[in-house]
């Protein structure tokens, strides 16, 4: 599936008034944009055939701010209907080494069930 059949027209990159084909094609910038998200890299780690990797973190940051990532993932799991069972791969999930110290100060919900030790 096209991200231009997802994205609405506003979002779309347009040309230059003053003719200057200098911006880059959007459809590289999300697939730069793919590629350090699913390889874990930093921005300026990108490779250069995505874009300059500046061009790349500003469209990222944009883009999230206008919720165009959160209409795309809404339309594609409209598209896709409801699934039969949820499941999280783990191996990929990531968390700071303070994280633990969450449920402790009351900042994530515990889910487990276990009573707390006082």
């Given at each position: 599936m096209s991200v231009s059949v997802v994205a609405p027209p506003r979002f779309q990159r347009k040309r230059?008034?003053?003719?200057?084909?200098?911006?880059?094609?959007?459809?590289?910038?999300?697939?730069?944009i793919i590629f350090v998200i699913r390889n874990g890299l930093r921005w300026r780690d990108a490779p250069r055939e995505y874009g300059?990797?500046?061009?790349?973190?500003?469209?990222?940051?944009?883009?999230?701010?206008l919720g165009v990532f959160n209409r795309i993932f809404a339309e594609l799991a409209a598209k896709g209907g409801k699934p039969d069972q949820l499941m999280i791969y783990a191996t990929h999930l990531k968390a700071h080494r303070t994280?633990?110290?969450?449920?402790?100060?009351?900042?994530?919900?515990?889910?487990?069930?276990?009573p707390r030790a006082a």
């Open positions: 230059r008034s003053s003719g200057s084909s200098r911006g880059v094609d959007d459809r590289r910038i999300v697939s730069g300059p990797y500046k061009t790349i973190y500003n469209r990222f940051i944009r883009w999230s701010r994280a633990a110290s969450l449920l402790k100060k009351g900042l994530f919900p515990d889910v487990s069930g276990e």
